[in-house]
């Protein structure tokens, strides 16, 4: 293992690049430690470049948003024959869409808050009053509007007051076109990880997140302080079941591959809503994936290496 190159894959130019650096940052360090040469690479137009003259044994995708989770690099990394770490490119456009995977995954037996998704045109076209008063007429009040693509809580605000929804809808759109309008379901947020392993996908004991300000939004997620997390959430066995069952169920649904991390709600009836699926979750010093890993005994380093022994061992299929 000490004699194999791995690049790690990070940076970009999406919305989450500085996030995507802080995770690179921290896996190439953890990697290190685990006796691996580690290239780092900020993905950039010198990729292809790198790739054709200076191939790595394997690659480790810790890209955030984009192109490196819509399946793009990904798609690079096949039509080059490099093994890597990470869901291969079909998965990764499953996930990142969050309607569709909203639709395989409830599909798939399993509940989610109901939703609609309207593009900006459709407010252009239909009236923007008119279609957000009908909006909230089936979704109610509080609800969530989001970007149906994208990470880390990016253009994501929850309407309380009917009155704020116009705001709400141009802060969202500031993200992309699309806006995915989902009921709040007001519960415990939690965050569970799925490694896979030699006995198939496992998940890990679920972080529950507590926002200070109520909401895990970008800024809550990386700012030190801002959250709370406990590590093993303070679940009933039942309901810690039912999350890990949930976690897996939409990882082996969306046909993701090594590694991904589900976020759910825990209504106060006990019943787990999916919420999102991250085929490439964050691993800063404040992400969940961390703290699930180091909850069950293992480490960054350890669990990254392992996965990269079978990316390699099954090269590109």
Known sequence: MAE???AVLAGGLSHERD????SGRRLSVALRDAGLTVQEWDTDASLIGRLREQRPDAAVVALHGGEG?????QTVLEMFGVPFVGTHSQGCRRAWDKPIAKALVSGAGFATPDWFVLPHSTFRELGAQSVLDAMVERLGLPLILKPDQGGSALGAQVVRDAAELPTAMVGCFAYGDTVLAERFVDGTEVAVTVVEGADGPQALPAVEIVAENGVYDYTSRY?????DFFTPARLDADVEKAVGELAIGAHRTLGLRDISR?????????????LEVNSSPGLTETSTVPMALEAAGTSLGKVFDELIDRAAARGTA
Not at 19 to 22: A, G, K, N
Not at 223 to 227: K, P, S, V
């Open 4 to 6: 194999r190159t791995v």
């Open 19 to 22: 996030v995507s650096l802080r």
């Open 69 to 73: 989770e819509n399946g793009s690099v």
């Open 223 to 227: 700012t030190a302080g801002l959250t």
């Open 262 to 274: 589900t976020d759910a709600i825990v209504a106060a009836d006990g019943t787990v809503h999916f």
